[in-house]
């Protein structure tokens, strides 16, 4: 056998911030300096991480939403990544050292997420979740991405949207409904697209290629003459989603819990051929990463980059770099 490809001075501790009890993000996380960089399976690589996302499942996970299925404390949370590839396990085939690589770690982020995530200096993956980081892109941009593109695509994909049918989304200035918007249009071939957002954001929404953007402050959508072919929610108010469907239309949502039928709800199965499926268009710039004006912070100001998302005000994704 071959023996694991591996570069030079990679540390056997590094930087992270760790939980070893559930509750509120800003007051269970910690900083920690020692945290043992996590040994590769043979079929993992090792990433150096040079940026990473949060996503609202990162903050439900801390309070401990899923403790039923999670893995042991202490945890390093985080889920997105882009970095660099320093070491890879004998059974990795595309990657090698030095790759520059992005992804969503966790292939199923509900069952078994790993316990050490990607806030911290080195993070471990399988090469199926992983791909190849788009030369267009920065660490940030991309390390925006994976979940949230993954999350919209495979949701699109399910609710069968294709050329020429109308869709709306719930929640279009969040982290997947910026993307759902991109890619009902671009890769989906959306005859319409509708999205709502407060008052605030709607010229954001036209600006990612909604027709149409409704100020769900002022306007129901289930009162809205117009129905759909698809609703994408991605809020949480399926009911409302159900009435704003055409007759048979399809309704997906991503947020777990009770769904109002025939409203259905998946969890991402997250692989790096979603992304490598999608990088024409985003190295086209067809399908464009989408940051907060306020979302990048410092690795150092991560219970505040937690606290900001936990608003649910950010338009687009919350960035943690550089890292460290």
């Not at 994408?232 to 007759?247: F, W």
Request: net charge neutral; hydrophobic share 40%; proline share 6%.
């Amino acid at each position: 056998m071959a023996a694991a490809s591996t570069s030079n001075q990679i540390p056997s501790v590094n930087k992270a911030w760790t939980y070893s009890e559930y509750g509120k993000s800003v007051e269970v996380l910690k900083f920690d300096t020692s945290v043992p960089v996590p040994q590769i399976k043979e079929d993992q690589v090792l990433i150096k991480v040079i940026a990473a996302s949060l996503n609202p499942v990162d903050f439900k996970r801390i309070n401990g939403f899923i403790k039923a299925a999670d893995s042991p404390f202490p945890t390093v949370p985080g889920y997105d990544v882009a970095g660099v590839v320093v070491k890879v396990g004998r059974q990795v085939k595309k990657l090698k050292v030095g790759d520059e690589v992005y992804g969503d770690i966790n292939e199923n982020g509900l069952e078994n997420p790993k316990q050490f995530g990607t806030l911290a200096e080195y993070t471990a993956a399988e090469e199926r979740v992983l791909a190849l980081k788009p030369k267009n892109l920065s660490f940030v941009e991309a390390a925006s991405l994976p979940m949230a593109v993954g999350t919209a695509y495979e949701g699109l994909e399910r609710a069968q949207l294709s050329d020429g049918k109308s869709l709306l989304v719930l929640g279009g200035a969040g982290g997947v409904g910026t993307q759902v918007i991109q890619l009902a249009k671009h890769v989906f071939g959306a005859s319409k697209v509708a999205a709502t957002s407060s008052m605030g954001k709607l010229e954001f929404l036209r600006s990612l290629g909604a027709d149409l953007a409704i100020d769900y402050t002022k306007e129901n959508v289930e009162d809205i003459e117009e129905k759909f072919d698809v609703v994408y929610d991605a809020v949480g108010q399926s009911e409302r989603a159900v009435k704003a469907a055409k007759d048979g239309g399809k309704i997906v949502t991503i947020v777990v819990g009770p769904v109002t039928p025939p409203a259905f709800t998946f969890v991402l199965n997250s692989t790096g051929s979603i992304l490598e499926k999608l990088k024409p268009y985003l190295e086209s710039g067809k399908v464009k990463p989408v940051i907060d004006s306020k979302g990048q912070f410092p690795f150092a100001k991560i219970v505040e980059a937690f606290s900001y998302l936990e608003t649910s005000r950010a338009s687009g994704k919350v960035v943690v770099y550089p890292i460290p």
